[in-house]
């Protein structure tokens, strides 16, 4: 009994734990993110460059997740992928060292890589110390509600630099960088934390190589087929955003406003949904009986942009909450089932071949989106939107028929 809670007391420190490394890695990245383009701008780089470098920036995030995760399964070294992933965030304070805008581009890139290095193995270690004794939604649901917190401070330094300054040039963007050292260094030292905690209380497996021999299941293909074009169907803030400026529905300070009504609201639902998910899994009796939890997914997803792009702003305020409802959901859930229709030995797999797939329906729902917007064509958004959510409700059947038929 003693040695039953001391293990599960291990778990869950180590759970909120991960969950402050990942709300540091958001105030190091998203803090950059809120401000590169502008620093770009005030050094005189061209909005096309600035453009393709994002771009280039989020494919890479996402294809060298398929890379990465293979690699960390076929090596079985997931902790050093999640220490050299982690470690190039040092490119993020680095920012504030330099003008030239080649070796910006370079910095930018690289913090981009590094996401993408530690994403998959970062995810299967946390799966499985989460699995056996508190429950995989619940670790993925505070992980989100952290990285939410650390999504909305970690702006607001540059913000107060700003502020206090009453100036915002070069010199008050390199300081804003360099601050980013204080996080950085906190995030290191627990990550080290961690990875002695984990290795002392033997809460992740040690997979023999000749042991690595199993294959991704149907139901794997099932669900990230869902996934995708429930993504594909989303509408991403860059064209709600857009819209709500376009058409005057809303000033500046209140889309942004609004925007951090849908992160409050992200937040909640991660930790709501996870529980839920990881109730439905115990409640079912099978491992991928939390997976049913998705049904509502492509039916929300669906009503967003009849809310989000009406001109009516209370519909859009609506619409903006419901975006953070599914934002939540795609955070939490749709990664906590990665882990419960993989094995752990093909988990970093997984994670790579969903991430992929999620960026790529991202990437191009986003840019049709935005391509019809520009065409005055929020019908054909509309119809867009509820094709690709019927797709996924047809697979969400289908998915449903495999947990029914799926052992436990």
């Known amino acids: 009994m003693k040695d039953e809670k ?40 061209g909005a096309a460059k600035v453009g393709l470098v994002f771009g280039v920036g989020e494919f890479l995030g996402y294809f060298i997740r398929l890379i990465s995760g293979l690699l960390s399964d076929k090596s079985g070294k997931h902790w050093a992928f999640m220490f050299i992933g982690y470690g190039m965030l040092i490119v993020v304070p680095l920012i504030g060292f330099t003008e030239r805008w080649n070796v910006l581009i370079v910095l930018i ?4 890589i590094g996401k993408a290095l530690r994403s998959p193995a ?13 429950g995989i939604g619940f670790a993925f649901g505070l992980q989100e509600a952290l990285d939410q917190i650390g999504a909305f401070a970690g702006p607001l330094i540059f913000t107060a630099i700003f502020f206090f300054t009453g100036k915002s040039g070069a010199l008050q963007y390199k300081t804003g960088y360099k601050a980013l050292f204080v996080p950085y260094v906190i995030l290191m030292i627990f990550l080290a934390l961690v990875f002695s905690r984990v290795k002392k209380n033997g809460l992740v497996p040690e997979i023999k190589k000749e042991h690595r021999t199993e294959k991704l299941q149907p139901i794997f293909w099932i669900y990230t087929a869902f996934t995708f074009f429930c993504t594909l169907g989303f509408v991403n803030f860059s064209t709600i955003g857009y819209h709500l400026k ?23 639902t991660a930790l709501i949904i996870g529980k839920a998910y990881d109730r439905l899994k115990a409640k079912s009796g099978k491992k991928t009986g939390g997976l049913l939890v998705l049904m509502f997914l492509p039916v ?20 903006m909450i419901i975006f953070g409802v599914i934002m939540g959901a795609h955070e939490t859930i749709m990664r906590s089932a990665i882990a419960d229709v993989t094995p752990f030995d093909k988990r970093g797999t997984g994670y790579g071949v969903f991430n992929t797939g999620y960026g790529l329906a991202l990437m191009g729902g986003a840019a049709l989106m935005g391509f019809l917007y520009d065409l005055k064509m ?4 509309i119809a867009f939107v509820f094709g690709s959510e019927i797709v996924a409700a047809g697979l969400y059947y289908k998915l449903n028929s495999s947990v029914k038929g799926h052992s436990a």
């Open 122 to 134: 970062k995810d299967t270690i946390l799966s499985e110390v989460a699995d056996r004794e508190v």
């Open 246 to 268: 376009a058409t005057g529905l809303m000033s500046d300070g209140n889309i942004t406003l609004v925007y951090a009504v849908a992160m409050v609201a992200d937040a909640v």
């Open 6 to 45: 001391r293990r599960i007391s291990a778990t869950v420190t180590a759970i909120i734990m991960f969950g402050i490394i990942s709300m540091l890695g958001d105030v190091v990245y998203e803090t950059a993110r809120s401000a590169n383009s502008q620093y770009l701008s005030l050094l005189g780089i």
């Open 378 to 381: 929020t019908g054909a958004i």
């Open 300 to 319: 929300v997803s669906a009503l967003l942009p009849v809310m989000a792009l009406s001109n009516s702003a209370p519909l859009a305020v609506i619409g």
């Open 109 to 112: 890139l690289m913090e981009r």
